[in-house]
């Protein structure tokens, strides 16, 4: 299992280490690196919803918080991004934890509705607290990330940068999903009580899910800031969470991987209708009516998301050709 954790990993490098030798466009860099930023968020929110069976419609928040951290830090105290980064992710799982204890004990559409004005709340802050984060006009001029004398500016080292922490994610929830802490996340979504009996502190598992998950969605916040330097709090309110939300089911709230195609696939999605909008003004804002009947559609025809249907189909194919070569079932 270790082995074959490795190889994807080694796998998943290799094709963003060669991937800019095929793609020439700065647009569709830039492109390539919000998918990895929208990775980051989706697999911790995997890990809350599809192995732990926690729903959370206020990720927004979290991602909002680690990029209004690491921006104001570094531009009004000159903090070094890095540093900041840090800040964010450790303010964030501050906040998850104080959050997490009381609306954790909720259920179903109860948590849902908790979680959802978790995110309310957080976007007001982020909009009125003028002092601090400059209200609607947003922050400016934040700074890019550097290591030594090299600054990520280009289009082609910030898709390398944010592939790479992907990459890093994705191999610590692999390790976290296949460990013993991982069996007992599992085993949350299967029945709290049977959990219970076994052994597992449910709450403390719960709240812990919920904060990793936080984490996660802080460390894509700041790196989004810290890409495009500048935010606004239009950048992280209801839809964002809903598209967040939307990415992992597509993908597979069950899979790790499964957030790359789905973040993927949303992220390309919402730059399309964005081209329509500006073609065809008419049809401008469509974006939660197309995440909408992509969440019906999911649900109806794959409801366990993008890799568990293609890992269906390459079986059928697979089983297909077996009888095609057998003597006795062939032709």
Known sequence: MRNSRSIQILGGAAAVAVLPLFVTSNYQLAILTFIAINTI????LNLLMGFAGQISLGHAAFFGLGAYT???????????????????????????????????????????????????IANIVMTHWEPVT??????????????????????????????????????????????RVGRAIRALHGSERAASTLGVDVA?????????????????GSLYAHTVNFISPSAFGF???????????????????GAVLGAGAITLL???????????????????????AILMLVMLVLPAGLVSGIGRL????????????DPATGP
């Open 41 to 44: 968020v989706v697999v911790g």
């Open 270 to 292: 919402v730059e399309w209708l964005r081209a329509v909008g500006q073609a065809v003004p008419s049809l401008q804002n469509l974006e939660m009516v197309a995440h909408g």
């Open 239 to 257: 839809l964002l969470s809903v598209e967040i939300v939307v990415m992992a089911v597509i993908g597979g709230m069950a899979s790790v991987w």
């Open 134 to 179: 400059l209200g609607s006009s947003g922050i400016q001029s934040i700074p890019k990330l550097a290591i030594g004398a090299f600054q990520f500016t280009s289009d082609k080292s910030h898709f390398y940068l944010t592939w790479a922490a992907a990459l890093v994610v994705l191999a610590i929830s692999l390790n976290l999903v296949d460990s």
């Open 314 to 325: 390459l079986t059928r194919r697979q089983r297909g050709r077996w009888r095609a070569d």
């Open 70 to 120: 690491s921006a104001v830090l570094t531009t009004r105290y000159q903090l070094s991004p890095w540093l900041g980064i840090l800040a964010g992710i450790g303010l964030t799982s501050a906040v998850a934890f104080l959050v997490g204890l009381p609306c954790l004990r909720l259920k179903g559409h109860y948590l849902a509705m908790a979680t959802l004005g978790v995110g309310w």
């Open 204 to 220: 403390r598992m719960k709240v812990a899910v919920f904060v990793v998950s936080a984490a996660f969605a802080s460390l894509a």
